[in-house]
């Protein structure tokens, strides 16, 4: 008679364990306590247990039981119809063993994505205006928060990575490190509809749009069919390659750890010339992170010559070593602090001198950003004598990260697969989103990409819900005259978004940052995209948008802009109308004079006898205020179609 071993016995153990554990309900991280349900509707409710096993599930608010076979794969999905608005509620879910979801309210369920500034918390690194005491009343236990953890994958996952361990109420413990634009909308919507809202936060800083689209919707446009193709031909789960270390490998201008690049005489005759400040992805170098080489020779005057200096360089995105003829002389990482360095006596030599800055930018628009008057150099305590360095730099790329398998959040459905597709199909009522500024050096390409990523997601939910974004800030420099923008062409994509049905635009060219990228102002982000919703999307008699170009006519050397009608009249906000150029054949734009007339602005200038072409608020950071009597600020545009300077950018 043939004896069982204790090793057979082990594994008979192991693999009843193994099964019994297979055969347990399970559910997705976004089925929690305290979650929200969407009201009125017939909410998806899906997960694992047996394979060919009856799952019964038992909804506490109408007593109804429902009943789904799972497949062969354990797999199930049930819809259950919700309420009106109202809770706390329970859900059972039963097979071999029960799950009891508790604490469950119904209500107004809202996602909320895009890049940093839909990430930035309240606190943390955010640190949003007036944010201890934002932080202190957020006491609204009837609003609910999920915060999807950042993943990415190369193949559509069955679930997401969630904080807390699923949904929390929301409370001045929860609140510090939620985005701070989508607890403002949805506190707004709280207030004004005095129902639960469940806010479920997925996004990535620096991030770009097509990562967040399907492979199915990106494959209609030619440009990403490889990329797409390539990445997920990648294993699902990839463990990249530390970018530092690649960035060691890669980088010409160090070896052996000595910074031969910052040296005074190397030999730099094949590098290329850059106007600074202004974020390279905007201009020369769209579609990078990673590190690039600056360098830029000055003459030292005799009365400088063995004197303490100081070198200011304003913002670098994101970090900088910078060195004076070959020596290094200070380092700062962050997108958004100025760079204030000091240049020792002793280096300070008649002749030239070489100033190298090696920067690294990880994700966004890289390079210097700052103001202009904040790039000088100068003898200690003595500014008035600066030399100013803005303007001509030479420059030269050393890794582009984008072609790596580093920063694998910025490949093309990477978000998608491993953050969105995992919530599918969870009842929702809408989407907002924020992002943008790292699609501005393509803008003409966003026209495309961002309708696309919009029917994208609806498509998988299966309806054509709510969709709300934040039109970019103003930000950098103010110009003195009319001139390019990648930033108002990605502006205007995002205003020709409004052509797709059930989309809204909160417009925030009032309320941004010359020389902070992520404005503190989450406040009145989050309130205009509540008022967008509060008027489409729950009717209220609300004016929920600024003034929205919509036509324009040519009349007696004038030309008339039409808005399309609006509740709320136009009015000037602090003086005379600013804001507006004019162009008339030549295509060279003038300041111009602009009167309000009713629902429709009167432009002019004395410089332009035949004009053809108004533009308004069209700059990185515009001086403009076009208001309507709501205070909502209108939205940049252009009467031309003339081509810009990011149209032949993919």
């Known amino acids: 008679m043939k004896t ?30 305290n979650m929200v349900l969407q009201q009125k509707t017939d909410a998806p409710i899906w997960g694992k247990a047996a394979p060919n096993g009856n799952v019964k599930i038992v909804t506490s608010w109408d007593k109804q039981t429902y009943t789904s076979k799972a497949d062969a794969n354990g797999s199930w999905k049930v819809n259950v119809k919700t309420p009106s608005a109202g809770g706390p509620y329970e859900i059972t879910i039963s097979e071999k063993n029960t799950v009891r979801l508790k604490n469950i309210l119904i209500g107004e369920v809202w996602i909320c994505s895009g890049q940093s500034n839909m990430e930035m918390p309240l606190a943390g690194w955010g640190q949003i205006f007036d944010y201890k005491k934002e932080i202190a009343e957020a006491d609204y236990p009837n609003i609910r928060l999920l915060q999807v953890q950042r993943t990415t994958s190369s193949q559509p996952l069955d679930d997401v990575t969630v904080a807390w361990g699923g949904w929390q109420q929301c409370s001045p413990a929860t609140i510090p490190e939620f985005s701070a634009t989508a607890y403002f909308f949805g506190r707004d919507l709280h207030k004004n509809l005095n129902v639960p809202i469940g806010l479920i936060h997925t996004s990535w800083g620096g991030t770009v749009a097509e990562a967040w689209a399907s492979a199915e919707s990106l494959n209609l446009m030619p440009e990403f069919q490889e990329p797409v193709k390539e990445f997920s031909n990648m ?32 030999n730099d005759s094949d590098w290329k010339t850059a106007v600074v400040p202004g974020l390279w ?48 002389i200070g380092s700062t990482d962050g997108y958004n602090a100025d760079r204030i360095y000091t240049i020792p006596a002793r280096l300070v030599k008649k002749g030239n001198a070489v100033i190298a800055v090696r920067v690294i930018d990880t994700g966004g628009g890289g390079g210097f950003h700052g103001n202009p008057a904040n790039m000088y150099i100068a003898p200690a305590n003595k500014e008035t004598l600066r030399e100013n360095l803005d303007g001509e730099w030479k420059y030269k790329l050393a890794v582009n990260l984008k072609n790596t398998n580093v920063n694998l959040q910025n490949r093309p459905t990477s978000l998608y697969n491993a953050m969105i597709a995992p919530i599918v199909p969870y009842a929702l009522k809408g989407a907002i989103w924020y992002q943008g500024e790292s699609n501005s050096g393509r803008s003409y390409q966003y026209r495309t990409l961002f309708p696309l990523m919009i029917t994208d997601w609806r498509s998988k939910w299966g309806y054509d819900f709510p969709f709300y974004f934040v039109q970019l800030a103003n930000f950098m420099q103010v110009k003195d005259e009319p001139a390019e923008s990648g930033w108002a062409e990605l502006r205007e994509a995002q205003l020709q978004t409004l052509r797709l049905n059930n989309t809204g635009m909160a417009t925030i060219i009032d309320i941004g940052d010359a020389d902070d990228i992520h404005p503190k102002n989450k406040q009145d982000v989050g309130k205009r995209l509540a008022l967008q919703a509060r008027e489409k999307t729950y009717g209220q008699n609300i004016v929920g948008s600024g003034p929205i170009y919509e036509k324009y006519r040519i009349e007696n050397g004038k030309v008339r802009i039409y808005f399309q009608p609006n509740k709320s009249k136009l009015v000037s906000k602090n003086g005379e109308l600013t804001g507006f150029a004019i162009a008339g054949p030549d295509k060279k734009f003038y300041w111009a004079n602009a009167k309000i007339d009713g629902n429709e602005v009167v432009v002019s200038s004395s410089d332009v006898k035949f004009p053809i072409a108004v533009l308004y608020a069209w700059a990185d950071n515009p001086v403009c205020n076009l208001y309507n009597e709501a205070g909502l600020p209108a939205s940049p545009f252009r009467t031309d179609d003339w081509p810009g300077t990011t149209i032949n950018n993919k």
């Open 281 to 328: 992805e905007d201009s020369y170098l769209p579609d990078t992170d990673g590190l690039v080489w600056f360098r830029k020779t000055i003459e030292i005057p005799d009365n400088w010559v063995g004197n303490n200096l100081t070198l200011s360089l304003g913002a670098i995105d994101d970090s900088d070593e910078t060195y004076f003829n070959g020596v290094k």
């Open 4 to 33: 069982t071993t204790p090793k057979a016995i082990l594994w008979l153990v192991f693999f009843f364990i193994a099964g019994q554990a297979y055969s347990q309900i399970s559910l997705p991280a976004v089925f929690s306590d």
């Open 235 to 266: 294993p699902r789960e990839t463990n990249p390659k530390d970018w530092m270390t690649l960035v060691q490998e890669k980088d010409f201008g160090t070896v052996n750890n000595v910074a031969v690049a910052a040296q005074n005489k190397y």
